[in-house]
């Protein structure tokens, strides 16, 4: 009798380059199944704005494989039950999957794996969302990373990564009944209201438009990207976070197409560097995690453990809002909520403001982050947040406390980023822009500005913030050092 394998899509909603697809179907026939299991991930289960992403993406994926003609088996639950269950109802022999790192991911599937064999059900694993995964990569002393540059001159000492598989020529579907849930019942996208409006136009999720974006980024922006990554307004970055943190593409991918784009000369060398080092950050990202899975919810620094956090209800939910009168964090909040993504530049801004001029907890933010951005991603998000307020690994130094009104200036000098996000600051002329505060009233009234009612005055002044916050990671330091 032929095997029967099941491939368990997770964060690999793609053909190509499936390392356990295509090992799945060298051999008998094939059974492709997505689980949304929010139990096991607890408050890591995915939120809203991914949550639209998965949908479309899971969409895309389901007419893909129709197109060969399979089909995707959707369930819902705790994956421990759900897979013992399609194994005893199709008789399967062997489960697939490509793995993941984050900590409640290598829990749940570790524990599955052994129960898995111990039913007798052969149960294998592959490296797909890594360029080199966690324990591919270590100091000369044989420990894990924790400083950026040395582990990315590791990455690259390594030489290019496996080349990417072609999608499996032929890939027999099992073909007896299987029961499945209608991905329009499971709620994935918001309805009254319909927040997401402004996604579809900004957005085509699945790995035809992962692909599209990718040869489209790769035929030009790159060459910009060096230069430009800083520059919201410039659109000289790949946009290629989500279909990333999905798998409708993987790193191997992304690092060949841009390398074959280097040798054939289309890229620049320094840009196409320039990028892949960024891609690097996506795997030191996760390299820390795996070796810190404590660090999902607690500083990696513990001299922050005691730092005086503040519950500002008001200040945060101005912040969430895009209105704490800062116009580059408020346009960045706004573009978050918007469209599901925020520049990288303005993410450091923006988290850099409620951490710093706001005193407020970095898990606030990256709870927010989590539930708003269609490319939250645990490793990323944590450590985005860690470093920007100086708690993290390889972290920006706590005293060093970005100036929403300089970073404006230089990074969007004509405002064009500004002026979209916050229309009703349009008119203000460009030196206004970034302190609305400092214009005068005849300025503000040609511009059609009434501070505190058109637009807010800013929540807290930048100076005095700015103090406050050095004082209170001195403090930090104080009780350290008489502990
Ligand atoms: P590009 O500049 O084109 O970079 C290419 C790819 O490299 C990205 O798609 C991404 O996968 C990776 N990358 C780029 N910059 C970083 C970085 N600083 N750290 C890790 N990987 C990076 N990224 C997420 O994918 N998910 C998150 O939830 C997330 N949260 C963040 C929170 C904060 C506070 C900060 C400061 C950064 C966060 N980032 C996160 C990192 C970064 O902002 C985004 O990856 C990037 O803006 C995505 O845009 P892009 O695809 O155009 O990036």
Redesign the pocket.
């Known amino acids: 009798m032929s095997k029967t394998t099941i491939h368990w899509f997770r964060r690999d909603l793609r053909l190509r380059d499936n390392p356990a697809l295509s090992d799945a179907a060298q051999e008998g026939s094939v059974i492709c199944l997505f689980i949304l299991d929010d139990e096991d991930a607890g408050t890591q289960a995915t939120g809203a704005a991914s949550r639209w992403w998965l949908h479309h993406s899971l969409a895309a994926l389901t007419e893909a494989l129709k197109q060969r003609g399979g089909r995707l088996i959707l369930r819902r639950g705790k994956a421990g039950k759900i897979i013992p269950d399609v194994v005893s109802e199709t008789g399967a022999d062997r489960i697939v999957w490509n793995r993941l790192y984050e900590p409640w991911s290598i829990q749940r599937d570790k524990q599955l794996k052994s129960d898995l064999t111990d039913l007798g059900i052969e149960a294998d694993s592959f490296a797909s969302d890594m360029i080199r995964e966690p324990w591919q990569v270590e100091t000369k002393a044989g420990k894990p990373f924790s400083v950026f540059s040395p582990f990315w001159r590791a990455v690259q000492d390594q030489g290019d990564p496996p080349s990417p598989l072609p999608i499996p020529d032929r890939i027999y579907f099992h073909t007896g009944h299987v029961t499945t849930d209608r991905l329009e019942d499971w709620g994935l996208l918001p309805t009254k209201p319909n927040w997401a409006a402004e996604f579809e136009a900004t957005w085509t999720p699945g790995a035809d438009g992962a692909a599209a974006r990718m040869a489209e980024?790769l035929s030009g922006p790159v060459n910009d990207?060096k230069d430009g990554?800083d520059f919201p307004a410039r659109g000289a970055?790949?946009?290629?976070?989500?279909p990333?943190?999905f798998g409708e593409v993987s790193p191997r991918q992304?690092w060949h197409a841009t390398r074959s784009a280097m040798e054939a000369g289309d890229v620049r060398d320094a840009a196409g560097w320039s990028?892949l080092r960024?891609?690097g950050?996506?795997d030191?990202?996760r390299h820390l995690l795996f070796y810190n899975p404590h660090t999902v919810t607690e500083n990696f620094r513990d001299n922050f453990d005691s730092f005086p956090w503040r519950d500002d209800e008001t200040a945060l939910e101005g912040w969430t809002r895009g209105r704490t009168g800062y116009p580059l964090v408020d346009a960045g909040m706004r573009e978050l909520w918007r469209t599901g993504?925020?520049?990288?530049r303005v993410?450091?801004v923006v988290?850099s403001f409620l951490v710093k001029h706001l005193l407020i907890d970095w898990r606030q933010?990256?709870a927010w982050?989590?539930d708003t951005?269609v490319?939250?991603?645990l490793a990323?998000?944590v450590?985005?947040?860690q470093?920007?307020a100086g708690c993290g690994a390889d972290a920006a130094p706590y005293f060093r406390i970005f100036n929403p009104v300089a970073q404006g200036e230089k990074f969007d000098p004509k405002g064009d980023y500004i002026r979209r996000w916050v229309p009703e600051l349009g008119a203000l002329p460009d030196k206004y822009l970034n302190k609305p505060w400092e214009a005068s009233d005849k300025v503000l009234a040609e511009a059609g500005v009434a501070l505190g009612k058109t637009y807010p005055k800013p929540i807290v002044d930048h100076a005095d913030a700015r103090k406050r916050a050095l004082a209170a990671f001195e403090e930090t330091k104080l009780k350290q050092e008489t502990n």
């Open positions: 980024f990207y990554r970055t790949s946009l290629m976070s989500a990333l943190h992304v990028f960024e891609l950050w996506r030191f990202n993504i925020m520049h990288n993410r450091m988290a933010g990256e982050f989590r951005l490319d939250a991603d990323n998000n450590g985005g947040w470093w920007t």
